[in-house]
């Protein structure tokens, strides 16, 4: 697939993206990027761009950056980490272009002082929920992550496509997400060791990336489900390209959330979008989220009795978790599509451009 480049000239918006590596950030912008275009010209700027992605070259970019988009006075900078607002305050305070500066904050903690400076020079504050606007010392705008409906949407037959993959049992069980502590992979594992002996119909995976940093606490894990004699249904499928991760929520009966802490954290939305039952930690927005013991089950983070406890719920009564599935879906498209966080961000350009100078 080549590159899909837009023109600098006619672009009114720039999603910035200067990390190589794919990350949930990184899965944000490629959800959006598609919704976005449909009303204003958007494209990424950045490093390692999936190609697929509407983009700038970098040399069309620097030719046109300091003419402001035809019938617009300024172009905007959007960025969602620390290096790309860096960027934007340069270029806009030290180049000189004519940027209006907005920043997506999902954030659940208290910013350093670094942070606080640059959040002080964005022109605008988008931030996804209304604890991670709590934490931040600029006004903001709460606009909620979404998902896109079309790409995470329910198996026709999720029987079959679960015995499509090969894997034992008739229903899967996963988590997704890197394998480490924050995630709470651990508290899956364990769960999953209690359970299974006795619910033979199910397996468990686990989808997402081992970091060089977590390999020894996932060795930790493989030797408890080994010592649980569990290894064939317990099974770490390692990090999936991009797009097969919708094809596994599309297999999977139940999904569980097990997160210790999380900025927003999108697995609950896309597993409910994708017709599965739900099972996730009170962290991040879960709990905007997760319409608890209608489309799914929330537990304090770090109970691993509750977990386990909701979970059984599921697996001893297939129905009712497909039930949940069911209402899930209905919640998602009703209150958390793709489009209507690109209406929301829509908002806020607008009144970027609505300005008649950058501040």
């Known amino acids: 697939m080549s590159r899909v480049l837009r023109s600098a000239r006619e672009t009114e918006v720039i999603a910035a993206s200067l990390k190589r590596r794919y990350t949930g950030v990184t899965s944000t912008v490629a959800a959006l990027l598609p919704a976005q275009a449909r009303d204003v010209k958007i494209a990424a700027l950045g490093v390692a761009l999936p ?22 006075r300024v172009r905007i900078w959007h960025a969602r980490r620390n290096s790309e607002m860096l960027a934007g305050v340069f270029l806009k305070r030290v180049l000189r272009m004519p940027l209006k500066l907005v920043f997506t904050s999902a954030a659940q903690r208290h910013h350093s002082g670094w942070p606080r ?12 929920s209304p604890e991670a606007a709590s934490y931040l010392c600029v006004p903001s705008t709460v606009v909620p992550h979404g998902v896109d409906v079309e790409l995470y949407r329910p ?26 502590k924050q995630k709470g992979v651990d508290l899956f594992v364990e769960a999953l060791c209690r359970l299974l002996p006795k619910y033979p119909d199910f397996t468990g995976i686990a989808v997402g ?4 940093e977590q390999v020894a606490f996932a060795r930790r894990l493989a030797a408890r489900v ?12 390692g990090e999936r390209p991009a797009a097969e991760v919708p094809l596994w929520l599309r297999r999977v009966t139940i999904v569980v959330g097990p997160q210790r802490r999380e900025g927003f954290g999108l697995v609950p939305l896309e597993g409910m979008a994708s017709g599965a039952a739900v099972v996730a930690t009170r962290v991040g927005a879960a709990h905007h989220l997760v319409v608890d013991g209608e489309t799914g089950y929330l537990v304090p983070p770090e109970d691993l009795d509750a977990l386990t406890d909701r979970i059984e719920r599921l697996l001893r009564d297939p129905a009712r978790a497909a039930a949940m599935g069911r209402r899930g879906r209905a919640h998602v498209v009703e209150r958390f599509a793709i489009d209507r966080e690109a209406e929301g961000i829509r908002r806020v350009y607008e009144r970027c451009w609505g300005e008649a100078e950058p501040r």
């Not at 400076?117 to 964005?122: A, D, Q, V, Y």
């Not at 080994?226 to 499928?237: D, E, K, V």
């Open 51 to 72: 190609e697929s992605w509407p983009q700038l070259a970098w040399g069309d970019f620097l030719r046109h950056a300091w003419q402001p988009p035809p019938g617009r």
């Open 117 to 128: 400076w640059l959040l002080r020079r964005m022109d605008h504050v988008i931030a996804t």
């Open 155 to 180: 198996a026709e037959n999720r029987e079959a496509e679960w015995a499509a993959t090969g894997l034992p049992g008739r229903y899967g069980i996963a988590v997704f997400g890197r394998v480490r």
């Open 209 to 212: 990336a081992v970091r060089p």
């Open 226 to 237: 080994t010592q649980a004699a569990l290894s064939g249904r317990i099974l770490f499928l």
